[in-house]
């Protein structure tokens, strides 16, 4: 019988080590893996291009836990509502002409039927910093000719000649946080 118990309390032991380790691998998964150092980044997802006009304004919300993008071109143009729940696979959901909106709350729109006077459409130049080394940033990407800028939880959007540009944040997992995580999953 003791033999049984020691059996077993062994086989739990074997069990939670795995557990534990499936847990530890399933949250570096998670994360985007890089090929070099680790390090925070913004990456690009996606890239949608578009022609109908330069994007002015984006406003992002949330329905069911899907963050749909509304992306407003100047008075008078077409407004796209993009899906994107998975960022780097974006779904055009439609695009629908529009005074200008005034507010939105997941898939219900406020829009007003008059269109504001046009005004000047200013851009900027943004780029992608790298400052893992300090002493020597880098630029990684520019995106010029930038009308709209948004950012919402880890998505940033950016509009441009080119279209929409989708991307996110990714933070460095730091290695001693990784070891306390795995300590506590096995041990507690």
Do not use: C
């Amino acid at each position: 019988m003791h033999m049984l118990i020691s059996n077993h309390r062994v086989a739990v032991i074997f069990i939670t080590i795995a557990v534990s380790a499936g847990a530890v691998e399933a949250k570096k998964k998670d994360s985007k893996p890089t090929a070099d150092s680790p390090h925070d980044q913004i990456v690009i997802d996606a890239h949608l291009p578009f022609t109908s006009g330069p994007i002015t304004r984006f406003v992002v919300t949330e329905h069911y836990n899907h963050p749909y993008i509304y992306a407003e071109r100047e008075p008078g143009k077409p407004v796209t509502v993009i899906d994107a729940t998975k960022p780097g696979q974006p779904v055009l959901l439609s695009e629908m002409t529009s005074g200008s909106l005034v507010a939105v709350s997941g898939t219900a729109a406020l829009e007003t039927g008059s269109t504001p006077a046009a005004q000047e459409l200013r851009t900027q130049t943004i780029r992608i910093m790298d400052f893992s080394d300090p002493a020597h940033p880098k630029v990684t990407r520019q995106f010029d000719g930038v009308t709209a800028v948004e950012r919402s939880g880890g998505l940033i959007l950016l509009a441009n000649p080119e279209g929409i540009w989708i991307l996110s944040e990714h933070l460095a997992e730091d290695p001693a946080v990784d070891a306390e995580y795995a300590h506590r999953i096995v041990y507690q």
